[in-house]
Structure formats: structure tokens, C-alpha cells
């Protein structure tokens, strides 16, 4: 059963980082492609930042510079480093794993910037 928890998320002053891990369990993450989406109260969910099996990534033209998606394979886990965060990244962040057209979605982390 594929299994997808974060954690990481919390409240931080305007300029601060957070580091956002989700750990996978029920499949080897370390050949699959995974994402981070987040969703801010009242709009669309919107990805944040993508990592594709061969290790290749890209990233929401907002949080390019500032975010960072990594993997630790020998951990199943995938990371999102947030430097310089701004209110306006203010979300319900989530961890994603994509096979074709279908996401597996983890239960969120919240991220909150204070101005």
C-alpha cells in the first residue's frame, strides 16, 4: 500500500526557511517521479516542484532560487529545502508521487509566513 507522510511544515517570519521531508513507504521511491504541490486557502492546488526518476527536476517559476527538491533513496524520503520564504508561500504543502496520470497524495503539512 503506497504511503506518503510529511512533515516539516510550521509558522515562520518573512526571510526564514523550512525543510519539508515525506517519507514513502509501499513502494521504492528512488526510480519514481515525485512532486510537492501546495494550496493556499481558496485557490487551485498548484505544483511547487518536481523530481523525475532520472533525477532531472523543475520548479514553479515563483520558487525558482529560493526551493530546492531533493531525494534520499537509502531513506525513501524526498525533501523540499524553502529558503526565503515569503506570505505569499503560505500553503497546505503536499508530497506527491506520480505514475502516469495519477497522483498518490500524502495528508499535507501546513506552512505559514508571517510578514
Known amino acids: 500500500q503506497v504511503r506518503l507522510v510529511e512533515s516539516g511544515g510550521g509558522l515562520v517570519q518573512n526571510g526564514g526557511s523550512l525543510r519539508l521531508s515525506c517519507v514513502a513507504s509501499g513502494f521504492y521511491l528512488g526510480l519514481t517521479n515525485l512532486a510537492w504541490y501546495r494550496q493556499a486557502p481558496g485557490q487551485q492546488r498548484e505544483l511547487v516542484a518536481r523530481?523525475?526518476?532520472?533525477?532531472?527536476?523543475d520548479y514553479l517559476d515563483s520558487v525558482k532560487g529560493r526551493f530546492t527538491i531533493s531525494r534520499d533513496n537509502a531513506k525513501n524520503t524526498v525533501h523540499l529545502q524553502m529558503n526565503s520564504l515569503s506570505p505569499d508561500d503560505t500553503a497546505m504543502y503536499y508530497c506527491s508521487r506520480i505514475v502516469g496520470s495519477y497522483n498518490y497524495w500524502g495528508q499535507g503539512t501546513q506552512v505559514t509566513v508571517s510578514a
Open positions: 523530481i523525475a526518476g532520472n533525477g532531472s527536476t
